[in-house]
């Protein structure tokens, strides 16, 4: 005879989902305060109340709760960057709003968020999925930009598309990849300015 | 009654000189072996048969003779890099051509010489003067190029001088500096020639 109240997965998917939300929220306070390489699961699960076998039902290893984190905050920064390069027609105008945001974004975690900062650069170390993912986000936003502004007259049409747009990115990415921003904080709203202008003359028609 | 055959400062000096180029070599040889961080330099000092007393009379610490070894090694690549830009007179060939020795000699000394690549990089992560010396170097050979392409009429003359020298410094900074470099080796020549031609297209008048 079959068993009657068991919960059918449809019933605890929801509250699986809100559990995992909790545990992810507690850890990137916890990690954000106590750092993401000093923390084991074991403190972690101290600090929410819960026991280390039941986070482990959740998430198979610190690292999977680390790549969580580390997607979401990844996820926010090129929601920024996709915002602010909606609202202009211009490519030229969306390359340099698109590569002041990721300086914003970056030199803001780096001075205010340490701790989550270090998280994203064991992410690019390690080569985890999340970061992966952001780089080619990026250069296909890249890649879009420059389509287009070719398509508008706005920039030359005589290069390889692709080779050119993986130049530009390449151009970036010591001020988008965390583990190489580090070393250009100094001065790093000026100096990527003045890439912006270098890339955009490299553009004109 | 002054004293005879008292060595007169100028007879001692090229023997100082010798001797200093001793240690020098044998510390080249020795850090390349076992390492710059892991040596100290009692190490060092039973290695070339002196003591350690006798190695301070000639260097107040292991990170001046660090220095020298880094410095020697920047000059090397430095004249190369000028050796191969003296032998054209296209300012768009001399750009290509410092871009390539510059990833050519960090590469090997990443791939061949780790040690002493490690060397370069404790050198950049404290600001020795070695390293600031190579940079100022670098950064002036990309300026004179510049000039000299404008004179000819080979690129644009509208932006200012310092900040287009200085935007394409920044270009290929990843390449150089040791630190940047360790994260930008794969595909190393292809990257830097793409980023060659995106600079070149930012010069054309």
């Known amino acids: 005879m079959a068993k009657t109240h068991t919960p059918t997965p449809q019933s605890r998917g929801p509250s699986e989902h809100d559990i995992r939300d909790q545990i992810v929220e507690a850890a990137t306070e916890y990690f954000g305060h106590y750092g993401y390489n000093k923390t084991t699961v074991s403190d972690l699960a101290k600090a929410i109340g819960f026991s280390k076998a039941y986070i482990y039902k959740f998430f198979e290893s610190k690292q999977a709760i680390g790549e969580v984190i580390c997607a979401n905050r990844l996820s926010e920064i090129t929601a920024t960057v996709d915002a602010v390069t909606a609202d202009t027609t211009s490519a030229s105008e969306k390359l340099r709003r698109m590569f002041k945001a990721l300086v914003?974004?970056?030199?803001?975690?780096?001075?205010?968020?340490?701790?989550?900062?270090?998280?994203?650069?064991?992410?690019?170390?390690?080569?985890?999925?999340?970061?992966?993912?952001?780089?080619?986000?990026l250069k296909a936003l890249v890649l879009d930009i420059v389509r287009d502004g070719r398509e508008a007259g706005e920039f030359e049409r005589k290069t390889p598309l692709d080779e050119t747009a993986n130049a530009i990115y390449l151009a970036m990415k010591p001020y988008i990849n965390p583990l190489m921003l580090q070393y250009n904080l100094d001065n790093a709203a000026q100096h990527s300015s003045q890439l912006s202008n270098l890339i955009l003359r490299s553009l004109a028609p």
Do not use: Q
């Open 104 to 137: 914003d974004a970056g030199s803001h975690l780096f001075f205010h968020e340490r701790k989550l900062y270090d998280i994203a650069a064991a992410s690019a170390s390690e080569a985890w999925p999340s970061v992966g993912h952001y780089e080619a986000h």
